[in-house]
């Protein structure tokens, strides 16, 4: 593969060398870089979920639910705390997936005053249909790389993540 062809980050680089050549933007190039991806990226991933009738962050609380194994059931704080959410906002997902009859919300039969939310049959096969497209989807959009740069890639964003969120 030869060299990458210019993109608006240099144009910006270029701009800010002209102007401020005392400055190192090598990290500047990187994040925005980092952020024109996940711009470019984030559509082609909801267009996956939009041919389901979901929005990404009602994908979300399906995965979620999905991946907690049976009974495919959470307290939605938790839900929320995984998808690092307001508990205001985990209501109206919760209230737009209800209405579908994707999930249902229910009494914690431990304690009457915490509400439990599971998978509906409905809601457990779309999610399982859904998460076929969307994971074919995403290796489509990583298929540019390499085996070897694909693994390269999470290593050296897995280092930042831990370097920001710890």
Sequence with gaps: MGEP????????????RRERPDLDL???AILGRLGRLLAVAMPK???VF???????GEFDVLAALRRSGEPFELNPSVIADTLMLSRAGMTGRLDRLESAGLVRRTADAADRRAIRVA??????ELIDRVVVDH????????????EYDR????RITRVLLDSLEG
């Design 45 to 47: 991933i909801e267009a």
């Design 119 to 124: 998978l509906t049959e409905p809601g457990r």
């Design 135 to 146: 994971v074919d989807n995403e290796t489509r959009l990583l298929s540019v790389l390499s």
């Design 26 to 28: 090598a990290a500047m």
């Design 5 to 16: 062809k210019r993109d608006p980050v240099d144009v910006i680089a270029e701009q800010w």
């Design 151 to 154: 693994g390269e890639l999470d």
């Design 50 to 56: 939009a041919e389901y009738g979901l929005q990404r």
